[in-house]
């Protein structure tokens, strides 16, 4: 698929927004980010690429080639691409920092493509492979988003926000509104879609009544009232897969979750809490309508340790969590490379013999 034609499968009002992003924070000062990736209308083709010093790429613009600006990686990085490898939907570099873009449909506005500004111009979905060569800490993200215009190859495509972390456990959000690039610090750790960050902030307080736990058993008229089964203080969580929804979850699962040990106790709890944010094929499709030959909506979710350097994956065709040791690549020697996330497309079942 061209650039232009998955910009162009960006544009149709598919049910695509359902990226959800976690936050932990281990008991021995670790920070651990974590998300998923949907898309119903097909495979994304997901790739692991890996960026040595000194890769060089152009933007791809409006005008249909890439003709944008042209960036040279200080930092390597290895990043998770969709549909073609220059987009990097997510990544770690070998500083530390982490960087990933959210489907943010209906809520950002980037400013109109000038030609005449075309060597400082970013597609968006390139602005994270940008990043990652470029910065080293989320200030540093701050200053090299404010050298350039971030675009679109396809006005008429959604658009994307953005997370990004580094070692210290600080973590940004960036919302392109209305032309104007607006960064958030995100102390809680969580983020899914549109509307924005803020706005689910706020809509957290509607949710001021659950807690974890169960319910008390108190008396109602002439008769009791007694939980039926453990957790019943978070009855109301909304469980239906919308952002808002989605995001509500996210933050009552993640906050309410023990914290771990270690970095790597982490990375699992957070495989384990978005196992619930896995959307089944089905749910995003009308009655009747026939759904995309894939597994899963949700193609892959991903855990970063920026502290040690790794990355952690699984995917809709194998739930084997895998993992890439950035502390093992020497950046300065190894060939830029792009690979499938699976290199078989098939779930690994051990069978237990019974003697």
Known sequence: MSSLVLAGALAVPFPTDACTG?????????????RTIEWSGGNLNSQYVVVPHGHVRRSYTPDGGMNGMRFKARYGYVGFAVEQEEFIAEGLNEAGLSAGLFYFPKAGEYQPYDPAEQSRSIADLQLVSYVLGECSTVDEVKAAVSKVRITTIDPQALTVHWRFADTSGRQLVLEVIEGVPRF??????????SPGFEWHLTNLN????LFPGSAPEHPFGNIGLAPLGGGSGFLGLPGDFTPPSRFVRAAFFQTTAPQRATAF??????FHILNNFDIPIGVQYAEGETPADIPSATQWTAATDMTHRMLYYRTMYNSTIRSIDLRSIDFSKVK?????LDAVKSQAVEAIVVE
Do not use: F, H, W
Not at 336 to 340: D, L, N, Q, S
């Open 22 to 34: 976690i936050t932990l924070k281990s008991k021995d000062g670790v920070t651990v980010v974590a």
């Open 184 to 193: 958030y610090e995100n102390q809680l750790g969580v983020l899914t879609n």
């Open 206 to 209: 509607n949710y001021v009544n």
């Open 265 to 270: 106790e982490s990375v699992l709890q957070c």
């Open 336 to 340: 830029y490379r792009a690979k499938p």
